[in-house]
């Protein structure tokens, strides 16, 4: 692995490639900044990677031994879950379930916007609108999240991951 010394966790961006979709679904869940092209051209994603100051992600063995690489980390697992342990442990992130987590949305990556409750009555289900009071907006997706059953098991499930 390479990595440039981050002195912040908001600074760590990542580029997942081709092989690691839902590693990258996981991670805008956790709120980074995560980009999955659909290009798996070893130097185009060197080269957006540096460009963009992400983090490559890979499982490609030959993509790692070129030279000049951009900083990278190798995932050896198949399995998303332990992808997720791996970049977790191996670049000591801490988790922020107060501020960070659901921040982005999990399709697109583009950051999601705090909306009023009056604003999404007629785009959520009425039992959702009735029980729900905060709610978040992706511009680009244009779709309306929430704090409901979903997110509570994708949150249990990525405590009992981490802890």
């Not at 659909?38 to 060197?46: G, N």
């Not at 992130?93 to 999404?120: A, G, Q, W």
């Not at 997706?141 to 059953?149: H, L």
Request: net charge positive; aromatic share 12%.
């Amino acid at each position: 692995m390479r990595k440039n010394n981050y002195k912040e966790e908001e600074e760590i961006k990542f580029l997942a490639d081709k092989m690691l979709g839902k590693l990258a679904k996981w991670l805008r869940i956790l709120g980074y900044d995560t980009t999955y092209p659909i290009t798996d051209e070893d130097l185009v994603l060197i080269l957006t990677a540096r460009q963009e100051n992400r983090i490559l992600l890979t499982r490609d063995t030959n993509l790692i031994k070129r030279r000049n690489i951009c900083d990278y980390l190798f995932i050896k697992n198949d399995q998303w879950e332990e992808q997720l342990l791996e970049v977790i442990k191996g670049l000591e992130l801490k988790i922020d379930f107060n501020s960070k987590i659901f921040s982005r949305c999990s399709i697109c990556n583009k950051p999601t916007k705090n909306v009023d409750k009056k604003e999404v009555q007629n785009y959520v289900p009425p039992y959702v609108f009735l029980t729900q009071n905060k709610f978040v907006y992706c511009p680009s997706c244009q779709k309306y999240y929430w704090k409901g059953t979903h997110w509570q098991r994708m949150t249990e499930k990525i405590k009992k991951l981490i802890l």
